[in-house]
């Protein structure tokens, strides 16, 4: 039985989500607001990840008595939210994260964002935030990155990285469906990225909030043990899953003796990554060796270094695009994985597939041009 009290919908949309805003913001109602005082750009080369902000954001407010309002541009600005958000007390947040490249022909190049819109849009079914129609906040966010193209950095390095973000507002400390919410965009220009654990019904497979801050202390205590990144792992036999918020891929020889790119399955675990994807669609398209979505444990993969059968080991994200693994530390013990000593021609050949569709050195309908 459907208990409505506590402000679900009694018709529900079999994901969680609102239906009652049936009207969605249009890109065409957008209303910009120019900065007065633009703000000096840094160097292309020294962006530290996530610490430095364009001129200008996006946002479109959303409540329950009249629908979703106009979308705005308007200066970069602090936002003013009620103590008794849903956001802050209940993680009724998601967010996403995409990049704009500066092409090698000076065009600027979003990398599959449609995908992006989609996760977002499940994400939001999952949190019971209202729906909102995937073209016309992509329509916006291009809008906003055309207004803020000069922050693009004049790097095949670095990029300016997009982050959509969906919190409910409204001032109550009931656990219940939001009647208010905010989406909002911000930008910031970006180098290369390095200096969560889930469980199966919980939501690994979207891009929330609760899912990164809860990996904190399990990361700081890799770091205290002389490792970049967790390496999580899932059940009894230890499934792997993700190393740190990365999707993690094994390329060696498997049981039955084959070439083999893997990665753990879409199970509910693991989140629907775009850079997972490519890498899939990448591999299936080359056709040289065996592609899977299967299970993996970490005695497939100890046994598989001890019989010298592990080629290359590497995680891939939007923020890192493709990162190598070397080594791992499993109960006490170092396990070295031989993935720098075999090139690795893999990994870098992926790298460098996907960065040169990025950057426009190679023509793909995975990029939308901006400006």
Known sequence: MLDCNNGCSAEGTGEGGSKEAVETFKAEDLIITRATVLKEKPDSSTPVFGTVFTDHMLTVEWSLELG????????????SLHPGSPAFHYAVELFEGLKAFRGVDNKIRLFWPNLNMDRMYRSAMRATLPAFDKKELLECIQQLVKLDEEW??????????????????????????????LLFVILSPVGPYFSTGTWKGG???????GSYGSSLFAQCEAVENACQQVLWLYGEDNQITEVGTM???????????????????????ILPGVTRQSILDLAHLWG??????????????????????????FGSGTACVVCPVSTT???DETIHIATMENGPKLASR???????????????DWTITVA
């Open 68 to 79: 979703w309002e106009k979308p705005r541009i308007k200066p970069l600005q602090n936002l």
């Open 152 to 181: 693009v950095p004049y790097s095949t390095f670095a990029s300016l990285y997009i982050r959509p973000t969906f919190i409910g507002t409204e001032s109550s400390l009931g656990i219940k469906k939001p009647t208010k919410a």
């Open 203 to 209: 939501t690994g497979d979207c891009k929330m909030g």
């Open 247 to 269: 999707t993690l891929f094994l390329y060696w020889i498997n049981e039955d003796g084959e070439e083999e790119l893997a990665t753990p399955p879409l199970d509910g675990i």
């Open 288 to 313: 040289e060796f065996k592609v899977s979505e299967r299970h993996l444990t970490m005695d497939d993969l100890t046994t598989a270094v001890e019989e010298n059968r592990v080629r290359e080991m």
């Open 329 to 331: 530390l499993y109960k």
């Open 350 to 364: 992926i790298l460098k597939k996907l960065t040169d569709i990025q950057y426009g050195r190679e023509e793909s």
